[in-house]
Protein backbone atom coordinates (compact mmCIF):
# COMPACT_ATOMS: atom_id res chain seq x y z
CA UNK A 1 0.00 0.00 0.00
CA UNK A 2 1.10 3.69 -0.35
CA UNK A 3 3.33 4.67 2.25
CA UNK A 4 4.06 8.26 3.76
CA UNK A 5 6.31 9.76 6.53
CA UNK A 6 4.94 12.25 9.26
CA UNK A 7 8.38 12.48 10.78
CA UNK A 8 11.99 12.77 8.76
CA UNK A 9 15.01 10.49 8.84
CA UNK A 10 14.19 7.67 11.78
CA UNK A 11 17.21 5.66 12.54
CA UNK A 12 20.63 4.07 10.97
CA UNK A 13 21.00 0.62 10.15
CA UNK A 14 23.80 -1.35 12.06
CA UNK A 15 25.88 -4.28 10.87
CA UNK A 16 26.93 -6.45 13.33
CA UNK A 17 28.83 -9.77 11.94
CA UNK A 18 30.99 -10.39 8.50
CA UNK A 19 31.94 -13.24 6.83
CA UNK A 20 33.88 -13.19 3.37
CA UNK A 21 32.97 -15.64 0.30
CA UNK A 22 36.35 -17.15 0.33
CA UNK A 23 35.17 -18.45 3.99
CA UNK A 24 34.66 -22.08 5.51
CA UNK A 25 31.33 -23.07 5.15
CA UNK A 26 29.08 -22.25 8.35
CA UNK A 27 26.69 -25.24 8.05
CA UNK A 28 26.76 -28.68 6.43
CA UNK A 29 24.56 -28.20 2.55
CA UNK A 30 21.10 -27.27 3.15
CA UNK A 31 18.47 -30.16 1.70
CA UNK A 32 18.02 -30.41 -2.24
CA UNK A 33 15.66 -26.93 -3.46
CA UNK A 34 12.07 -27.98 -4.79
CA UNK A 35 12.15 -27.11 -8.55
CA UNK A 36 8.57 -24.84 -8.42
CA UNK A 37 9.97 -21.92 -9.25
CA UNK A 38 12.70 -20.15 -11.76
CA UNK A 39 15.80 -17.99 -11.93
CA UNK A 40 15.68 -15.42 -14.81
CA UNK A 41 19.13 -14.44 -16.14
CA UNK A 42 21.17 -12.80 -18.94
CA UNK A 43 23.83 -14.44 -20.66
CA UNK A 44 25.85 -13.61 -23.85
CA UNK A 45 23.56 -11.28 -24.71
CA UNK A 46 20.09 -13.05 -24.06
CA UNK A 47 17.41 -14.51 -21.89
CA UNK A 48 17.56 -17.47 -19.88
CA UNK A 49 15.57 -19.62 -17.13
CA UNK A 50 17.31 -21.97 -14.79
CA UNK A 51 16.07 -24.32 -11.57
CA UNK A 52 16.67 -22.88 -8.28
CA UNK A 53 19.50 -26.09 -8.29
CA UNK A 54 20.90 -25.21 -12.28
CA UNK A 55 20.42 -28.53 -13.09
CA UNK A 56 18.63 -27.36 -16.14
CA UNK A 57 18.71 -24.14 -18.40
CA UNK A 58 16.62 -22.66 -20.78
CA UNK A 59 17.05 -20.80 -23.39
CA UNK A 60 14.10 -18.00 -24.03
CA UNK A 61 15.70 -15.51 -26.81
CA UNK A 62 18.72 -16.15 -28.94
CA UNK A 63 18.80 -13.10 -31.04
CA UNK A 64 20.76 -11.38 -29.18
CA UNK A 65 20.83 -8.03 -27.49
CA UNK A 66 19.66 -7.74 -23.75
CA UNK A 67 21.47 -6.36 -21.13
CA UNK A 68 18.93 -6.77 -17.99
CA UNK A 69 15.85 -9.15 -16.88
CA UNK A 70 12.88 -9.58 -14.13
CA UNK A 71 10.41 -11.65 -14.03
CA UNK A 72 6.48 -11.41 -12.54
CA UNK A 73 4.63 -13.77 -10.14
CA UNK A 74 3.13 -15.44 -13.35
CA UNK A 75 6.71 -15.92 -15.40
CA UNK A 76 6.25 -12.92 -17.84
CA UNK A 77 9.55 -11.15 -18.65
CA UNK A 78 10.49 -7.50 -18.76
CA UNK A 79 13.98 -7.15 -20.27
CA UNK A 80 16.46 -3.82 -21.56
CA UNK A 81 17.36 -4.39 -25.32
CA UNK A 82 19.62 -1.50 -26.05
CA UNK A 83 17.04 1.67 -25.17
CA UNK A 84 13.79 0.11 -25.38
CA UNK A 85 12.13 -2.48 -23.11
CA UNK A 86 11.24 -5.69 -24.34
CA UNK A 87 7.65 -7.32 -22.46
CA UNK A 88 7.86 -11.17 -23.29
CA UNK A 89 6.39 -14.33 -22.49
CA UNK A 90 8.81 -17.52 -21.58
CA UNK A 91 8.06 -18.50 -24.71
CA UNK A 92 10.65 -16.02 -25.90
CA UNK A 93 7.78 -14.20 -27.86
CA UNK A 94 8.00 -10.23 -27.89
CA UNK A 95 4.50 -8.73 -26.63
CA UNK A 96 5.80 -5.47 -27.05
CA UNK A 97 8.65 -3.36 -27.71
CA UNK A 98 8.31 0.64 -26.82
CA UNK A 99 10.98 3.63 -25.88
CA UNK A 100 10.80 5.24 -22.61
CA UNK A 101 10.97 8.76 -21.90
CA UNK A 102 14.47 8.85 -21.09
CA UNK A 103 15.75 6.19 -24.19
CA UNK A 104 16.89 7.48 -26.96
CA UNK A 105 14.04 7.28 -29.67
CA UNK A 106 10.68 8.60 -30.71
CA UNK A 107 8.99 9.94 -27.86
CA UNK A 108 11.85 10.81 -25.69
CA UNK A 109 12.90 13.66 -23.76
CA UNK A 110 16.70 13.61 -25.22
CA UNK A 111 17.28 16.44 -27.01
CA UNK A 112 20.48 18.40 -28.98
CA UNK A 113 19.94 21.63 -26.47
CA UNK A 114 22.26 20.35 -23.91
CA UNK A 115 20.27 18.29 -22.24
CA UNK A 116 20.67 14.35 -22.54
CA UNK A 117 18.86 11.60 -20.56
CA UNK A 118 20.30 8.55 -20.24
CA UNK A 119 18.21 4.81 -19.59
CA UNK A 120 16.32 3.12 -18.79
CA UNK A 121 18.42 0.96 -16.45
CA UNK A 122 17.52 -2.03 -14.31
CA UNK A 123 14.01 -2.06 -15.44
CA UNK A 124 12.20 -4.12 -12.61
CA UNK A 125 8.27 -6.11 -13.20
CA UNK A 126 6.16 -5.67 -10.07
CA UNK A 127 4.83 -8.82 -9.19
CA UNK A 128 1.46 -8.67 -10.85
CA UNK A 129 2.59 -7.63 -13.92
CA UNK A 130 1.09 -4.48 -14.32
CA UNK A 131 3.74 -1.93 -13.72
CA UNK A 132 7.40 -1.54 -14.50
CA UNK A 133 10.25 0.29 -12.59
CA UNK A 134 13.53 1.63 -13.47
CA UNK A 135 16.12 4.13 -13.63
CA UNK A 136 17.59 7.09 -15.44
CA UNK A 137 20.51 9.62 -15.15
CA UNK A 138 20.36 13.01 -16.73
CA UNK A 139 22.73 15.92 -17.80
CA UNK A 140 22.35 19.57 -18.34
CA UNK A 141 25.20 21.32 -19.80
CA UNK A 142 24.38 25.18 -19.81
CA UNK A 143 26.88 27.52 -21.53
CA UNK A 144 26.45 30.47 -19.87
CA UNK A 145 27.35 29.69 -16.17
CA UNK A 146 29.15 31.95 -14.17
CA UNK A 147 31.31 33.31 -16.90
CA UNK A 148 33.47 34.31 -14.81
CA UNK A 149 34.32 31.61 -13.34
CA UNK A 150 33.93 28.93 -15.79
CA UNK A 151 32.23 28.18 -19.67
CA UNK A 152 30.39 25.67 -19.07
CA UNK A 153 28.49 23.95 -15.92
CA UNK A 154 27.19 20.74 -15.95
CA UNK A 155 24.02 19.51 -13.76
CA UNK A 156 23.28 15.81 -12.99
CA UNK A 157 20.16 14.19 -11.93
CA UNK A 158 19.03 10.68 -10.78
CA UNK A 159 15.34 9.09 -10.42
CA UNK A 160 13.16 6.13 -10.99
CA UNK A 161 10.75 6.25 -14.00
CA UNK A 162 7.58 3.84 -14.00
CA UNK A 163 5.87 2.37 -17.00
CA UNK A 164 3.35 0.15 -17.84
CA UNK A 165 4.49 -3.08 -19.28
CA UNK A 166 3.52 -3.14 -23.09
CA UNK A 167 3.68 1.24 -24.00
CA UNK A 168 5.60 4.20 -23.48
CA UNK A 169 4.31 6.05 -20.11
CA UNK A 170 4.67 9.27 -19.39
CA UNK A 171 7.20 10.33 -15.99
CA UNK A 172 4.04 13.12 -15.26
CA UNK A 173 1.46 10.12 -15.91
CA UNK A 174 -0.68 10.90 -12.17
CA UNK A 175 -0.99 6.62 -11.75
CA UNK A 176 2.99 6.63 -12.42
CA UNK A 177 4.47 9.17 -11.27
CA UNK A 178 8.22 9.33 -11.04
CA UNK A 179 10.68 10.26 -8.43
CA UNK A 180 13.84 12.22 -8.81
CA UNK A 181 17.42 11.65 -5.96
CA UNK A 182 16.92 7.29 -5.65
CA UNK A 183 17.47 4.91 -7.92
CA UNK A 184 17.53 1.05 -8.18
CA UNK A 185 14.06 0.41 -7.28
CA UNK A 186 12.82 -2.92 -6.03
CA UNK A 187 9.11 -3.45 -5.51
CA UNK A 188 7.63 -4.26 -2.79
CA UNK A 189 5.46 -7.66 -2.46
CA UNK A 190 1.93 -6.54 -2.73
CA UNK A 191 3.21 -4.53 -5.82
CA UNK A 192 1.93 -1.06 -4.65
CA UNK A 193 5.32 1.03 -3.44
CA UNK A 194 9.20 0.54 -4.22
CA UNK A 195 12.09 0.95 -2.44
CA UNK A 196 14.39 3.16 -3.52
CA UNK A 197 18.00 3.33 -2.75
CA UNK A 198 21.54 5.33 -3.63
CA UNK A 199 20.49 8.83 -3.04
CA UNK A 200 21.82 11.79 -4.68
CA UNK A 201 24.92 13.43 -2.65
CA UNK A 202 22.86 15.62 -0.63
CA UNK A 203 22.56 16.87 3.00
CA UNK A 204 19.29 14.65 4.35
CA UNK A 205 18.99 11.84 1.62
CA UNK A 206 18.62 8.76 3.13
CA UNK A 207 19.93 5.51 1.66
CA UNK A 208 16.58 3.93 1.62
CA UNK A 209 13.05 5.23 1.15
CA UNK A 210 9.61 3.53 0.27
CA UNK A 211 8.33 5.50 -2.51
CA UNK A 212 4.41 5.35 -4.23
CA UNK A 213 3.87 5.65 -8.08
CA UNK A 214 0.52 7.10 -7.15
CA UNK A 215 0.50 9.19 -4.64
CA UNK A 216 -2.70 10.19 -2.62
CA UNK A 217 -3.90 13.86 -3.27
CA UNK A 218 -1.87 16.52 -1.00
CA UNK A 219 1.55 13.86 -0.34
CA UNK A 220 4.30 13.04 -2.76
CA UNK A 221 4.45 9.69 -1.96
CA UNK A 222 7.67 9.19 -0.64
CA UNK A 223 8.57 7.56 2.76
CA UNK A 224 11.93 8.46 4.07
CA UNK A 225 13.38 5.56 6.07
CA UNK A 226 16.92 4.41 6.80
CA UNK A 227 20.72 5.21 6.58
CA UNK A 228 23.57 2.84 6.87
CA UNK A 229 26.00 4.24 9.58
CA UNK A 230 28.91 3.46 7.46
CA UNK A 231 28.21 2.81 3.59
CA UNK A 232 25.96 3.79 1.07
CA UNK A 233 23.69 1.42 0.12
CA UNK A 234 22.91 0.35 -3.65
CA UNK A 235 20.70 -2.30 -5.59
CA UNK A 236 18.68 -4.56 -2.70
CA UNK A 237 15.92 -6.60 -2.65
CA UNK A 238 13.35 -7.88 -0.16
CA UNK A 239 12.28 -11.97 0.84
CA UNK A 240 8.29 -12.40 0.31
CA UNK A 241 7.85 -12.00 4.14
CA UNK A 242 9.66 -8.63 3.98
CA UNK A 243 11.56 -9.69 7.01
CA UNK A 244 14.80 -10.43 5.47
CA UNK A 245 16.63 -8.04 2.83
CA UNK A 246 20.07 -7.88 1.23
CA UNK A 247 21.58 -5.05 0.07
CA UNK A 248 25.03 -4.25 -1.99
CA UNK A 249 26.99 -1.46 -0.47
CA UNK A 250 30.44 0.21 -0.66
CA UNK A 251 32.17 2.66 -3.27
CA UNK A 252 32.57 -0.07 -5.48
CA UNK A 253 29.59 -2.26 -5.05
CA UNK A 254 32.37 -4.17 -3.01
CA UNK A 255 30.05 -5.62 0.41
CA UNK A 256 26.62 -7.75 0.12
CA UNK A 257 25.03 -6.94 3.79
CA UNK A 258 22.40 -9.40 4.78
CA UNK A 259 19.42 -7.81 7.24
CA UNK A 260 16.64 -8.32 9.17
CA UNK A 261 13.56 -6.85 9.52
CA UNK A 262 11.28 -9.46 11.68
CA UNK A 263 8.40 -6.43 12.02
CA UNK A 264 8.26 -6.16 8.67
CA UNK A 265 8.99 -2.56 6.34
CA UNK A 266 8.54 0.69 6.98
CA UNK A 267 8.22 2.14 9.79
CA UNK A 268 10.07 -0.29 11.24
CA UNK A 269 13.80 -0.46 11.01
CA UNK A 270 16.61 -2.60 9.35
CA UNK A 271 18.89 -4.32 11.83
CA UNK A 272 22.34 -5.80 10.24
CA UNK A 273 23.44 -9.08 10.62
CA UNK A 274 26.42 -10.00 8.47
CA UNK A 275 28.29 -8.93 5.69
CA UNK A 276 29.76 -11.48 2.22
CA UNK A 277 32.81 -9.61 0.91
CA UNK A 278 35.50 -9.94 -1.82
CA UNK A 279 34.04 -10.93 -4.80
CA UNK A 280 34.83 -11.84 -8.22
CA UNK A 281 35.69 -8.97 -10.13
CA UNK A 282 35.63 -7.19 -7.33
CA UNK A 283 31.35 -6.23 -7.31
CA UNK A 284 28.33 -7.51 -6.57
CA UNK A 285 25.22 -7.75 -8.44
CA UNK A 286 21.63 -7.85 -8.34
CA UNK A 287 20.79 -9.75 -5.17
CA UNK A 288 17.48 -11.74 -5.58
CA UNK A 289 15.83 -13.80 -2.77
CA UNK A 290 14.54 -17.65 -3.37
CA UNK A 291 10.31 -17.57 -3.64
CA UNK A 292 10.56 -19.02 0.22
CA UNK A 293 12.95 -16.67 1.66
CA UNK A 294 15.90 -19.32 2.56
CA UNK A 295 18.21 -18.54 -0.44
CA UNK A 296 19.89 -15.72 -1.99
CA UNK A 297 20.95 -15.66 -5.65
CA UNK A 298 23.65 -12.53 -6.69
CA UNK A 299 26.36 -12.27 -9.90
CA UNK A 300 29.59 -11.53 -9.36
CA UNK A 301 31.83 -11.00 -12.35
CA UNK A 302 32.21 -14.94 -13.05
CA UNK A 303 28.61 -15.43 -12.70
CA UNK A 304 25.39 -15.79 -10.36
CA UNK A 305 26.03 -17.44 -7.36
CA UNK A 306 23.62 -18.68 -4.58
CA UNK A 307 23.60 -18.82 -0.61
CA UNK A 308 21.67 -20.27 2.11
CA UNK A 309 20.18 -17.46 4.39
CA UNK A 310 19.01 -18.86 7.92
CA UNK A 311 15.88 -17.40 9.29
CA UNK A 312 17.87 -14.61 10.79
CA UNK A 313 16.23 -15.50 14.22
CA UNK A 314 18.87 -16.47 16.85
CA UNK A 315 22.28 -14.36 17.78
CA UNK A 316 24.29 -14.68 16.36
CA UNK A 317 22.05 -14.21 13.38
CA UNK A 318 24.36 -15.87 10.87
CA UNK A 319 23.73 -19.59 12.37
CA UNK A 320 23.49 -21.82 9.48
CA UNK A 321 24.73 -19.29 6.60
CA UNK A 322 26.50 -21.07 3.78
CA UNK A 323 29.45 -20.22 1.47
CA UNK A 324 28.43 -19.22 -1.76
CA UNK A 325 28.62 -21.21 -4.30
CA UNK A 326 28.90 -21.08 -8.04
CA UNK A 327 25.19 -22.09 -9.56
CA UNK A 328 25.55 -20.43 -13.42
CA UNK A 329 28.70 -19.54 -14.72
CA UNK A 330 28.83 -16.49 -16.67
CA UNK A 331 25.42 -15.82 -15.73
CA UNK A 332 23.94 -11.88 -14.96
CA UNK A 333 21.36 -9.90 -13.80
CA UNK A 334 19.53 -12.90 -12.05
CA UNK A 335 15.42 -12.58 -10.87
CA UNK A 336 14.08 -15.33 -8.69
CA UNK A 337 10.54 -15.94 -9.41
CA UNK A 338 7.92 -18.89 -8.13
CA UNK A 339 6.74 -19.57 -12.00
CA UNK A 340 8.49 -22.84 -13.02
CA UNK A 341 11.09 -23.37 -15.83
CA UNK A 342 9.00 -24.71 -18.80
CA UNK A 343 9.55 -27.75 -20.18
CA UNK A 344 12.19 -28.22 -23.38
CA UNK A 345 9.48 -25.99 -25.92
CA UNK A 346 8.39 -27.20 -29.50
CA UNK A 347 7.50 -24.88 -32.00
CA UNK A 348 5.68 -21.73 -30.42
CA UNK A 349 2.46 -21.02 -31.60
CA UNK A 350 2.36 -17.30 -33.00
CA UNK A 351 1.10 -14.94 -30.85
CA UNK A 352 -0.80 -11.50 -31.86
CA UNK A 353 1.18 -8.82 -29.50
CA UNK A 354 -1.98 -7.13 -30.20
CA UNK A 355 -4.72 -9.93 -28.33
CA UNK A 356 -5.29 -9.12 -24.80
CA UNK A 357 -2.73 -11.14 -22.51
CA UNK A 358 -2.10 -10.80 -19.06
CA UNK A 359 -1.99 -8.52 -16.65
CA UNK A 360 -4.63 -10.95 -14.90
CA UNK A 361 -8.37 -9.74 -14.40
CA UNK A 362 -8.81 -7.10 -12.24
CA UNK A 363 -10.35 -8.00 -8.99
CA UNK A 364 -12.89 -6.08 -7.16
CA UNK A 365 -11.24 -4.83 -3.44
CA UNK A 366 -10.78 -2.03 -1.58
CA UNK A 367 -7.85 -0.93 0.72
CA UNK A 368 -6.06 2.07 1.93
CA UNK A 369 -4.01 4.29 -0.33
CA UNK A 370 -2.46 5.98 2.51
CA UNK A 371 -2.67 5.51 6.32
CA UNK A 372 -3.27 8.89 8.38
CA UNK A 373 -1.06 8.48 11.51
CA UNK A 374 -2.96 10.79 13.47
CA UNK A 375 -6.22 12.62 14.15
CA UNK A 376 -4.57 16.10 13.07
CA UNK A 377 -3.38 14.44 9.24
CA UNK A 378 -6.60 12.72 9.21
CA UNK A 379 -8.79 16.40 9.55
CA UNK A 380 -6.76 18.00 6.90
CA UNK A 381 -6.26 15.49 4.45
CA UNK A 382 -9.09 12.78 4.48
CA UNK A 383 -8.15 9.11 4.07
CA UNK A 384 -7.25 7.79 0.44
CA UNK A 385 -8.63 5.01 -0.86
CA UNK A 386 -7.62 2.55 -3.60
CA UNK A 387 -10.42 1.18 -5.46
CA UNK A 388 -10.77 -1.50 -7.75
CA UNK A 389 -13.67 -2.95 -9.74
CA UNK A 390 -14.03 -6.12 -11.99
CA UNK A 391 -16.57 -4.33 -13.95
CA UNK A 392 -18.36 -1.17 -14.04
CA UNK A 393 -19.25 0.14 -10.80
CA UNK A 394 -20.59 2.54 -8.28
CA UNK A 395 -18.59 3.32 -4.97
CA UNK A 396 -19.68 5.36 -1.71
CA UNK A 397 -17.38 5.53 1.66
CA UNK A 398 -17.93 6.83 4.63
CA UNK A 399 -15.59 7.70 7.83
CA UNK A 400 -17.09 7.41 11.15
CA UNK A 401 -16.03 8.40 14.39
CA UNK A 402 -18.56 5.98 16.61
CA UNK A 403 -21.98 6.07 15.08
CA UNK A 404 -21.46 9.73 13.93
CA UNK A 405 -20.77 10.04 10.32
CA UNK A 406 -17.60 12.45 9.96
CA UNK A 407 -17.50 12.82 6.08
CA UNK A 408 -18.28 10.43 2.98
CA UNK A 409 -17.25 10.16 -0.69
CA UNK A 410 -18.41 8.15 -4.14
CA UNK A 411 -16.50 7.58 -7.26
CA UNK A 412 -17.73 5.42 -10.72
CA UNK A 413 -15.87 3.43 -12.92
CA UNK A 414 -16.94 2.87 -16.43
CA UNK A 415 -15.31 -0.29 -16.38
CA UNK A 416 -12.63 -2.46 -14.68
CA UNK A 417 -9.91 -0.78 -13.62
CA UNK A 418 -8.80 1.52 -10.36
CA UNK A 419 -9.22 4.27 -8.90
CA UNK A 420 -8.00 6.25 -5.80
CA UNK A 421 -11.26 7.47 -3.91
CA UNK A 422 -9.99 10.68 -1.29
CA UNK A 423 -12.95 10.84 1.67
CA UNK A 424 -12.66 14.19 3.32
CA UNK A 425 -13.77 15.33 6.76
CA UNK A 426 -16.60 17.63 6.73
CA UNK A 427 -15.64 20.99 8.42
CA UNK A 428 -18.08 20.81 10.93
CA UNK A 429 -16.94 17.84 12.42
CA UNK A 430 -12.99 18.25 12.50
CA UNK A 431 -13.51 20.08 16.06
CA UNK A 432 -15.31 16.74 17.27
CA UNK A 433 -12.19 14.62 15.45
CA UNK A 434 -9.82 16.68 17.26
CA UNK A 435 -11.24 16.67 20.52
CA UNK A 436 -11.93 12.96 20.54
CA UNK A 437 -8.76 11.33 23.27
CA UNK A 438 -8.33 8.06 21.70
CA UNK A 439 -10.53 8.34 18.28
CA UNK A 440 -11.61 5.20 17.27
CA UNK A 441 -12.29 5.72 13.50
CA UNK A 442 -13.34 3.14 10.70
CA UNK A 443 -13.89 3.93 7.44
CA UNK A 444 -17.18 2.32 5.54
CA UNK A 445 -17.36 1.45 1.51
CA UNK A 446 -19.63 -0.52 -0.29
CA UNK A 447 -18.88 -1.38 -3.82
CA UNK A 448 -21.86 -2.01 -5.95
CA UNK A 449 -21.89 -2.99 -9.64
CA UNK A 450 -23.36 -1.39 -12.48
CA UNK A 451 -26.24 -3.41 -13.90
CA UNK A 452 -26.82 -5.29 -10.61
CA UNK A 453 -25.16 -8.15 -9.30
CA UNK A 454 -23.32 -8.65 -5.39
CA UNK A 455 -22.59 -5.67 -3.64
CA UNK A 456 -19.03 -5.74 -1.73
CA UNK A 457 -18.90 -4.16 1.47
CA UNK A 458 -16.00 -3.31 4.09
CA UNK A 459 -15.25 -1.36 6.81
CA UNK A 460 -11.67 -0.54 7.79
CA UNK A 461 -10.60 0.75 10.97
CA UNK A 462 -7.97 3.52 11.31
CA UNK A 463 -5.92 3.84 14.68
CA UNK A 464 -5.06 6.76 15.22
CA UNK A 465 -2.54 8.92 18.04
Not at 137 to 148: A, K, M, V
Not at 208 to 213: A, D, F, G, K, M
Not at 265 to 280: A, H, M, S, T
Not at 374 to 380: D, M, N, P, V
Amino acid sequence: MPLRSDRPLLRRARTALAVTAGAAALAAAAAPAAQADSIAYVKDGNIWLSTSDGARQLQVTTAGGYSTVSQDKYGDMIATHGTRLHWLGRDGVVRADFYTPVSTGPGAQSGSDGRQWYGPFDPKLSPDGRKVAYHWYYRQIDGGCLPEFQTVCVYMRQGTGYSKPDQITSLDDPQFKSQTGWIYPTWTNDGDATVLSDPSPAIGNEDLVIHTPYPFEGTDGLARWANEADVQLHDGEFDHTHRKMAYVAGDNHERLRIYRTPEGLYPYFPRGCYEIGNPVGGRFDGPTWSPDGSKLAFAQGDGIYVADVPALTLDPCNQGATEPRMLIPGGRSADWGPADVPPARAVAPPVDPRAPTRPAPVKTSAKLAGKPATKQALASRGVALKISCATACKVSASVRLGARRLGAGSVRLKGAGSRTLTVKIAKAQRARLLKARKPRVRVQITIAPVGGGKQVTKTISLPLK
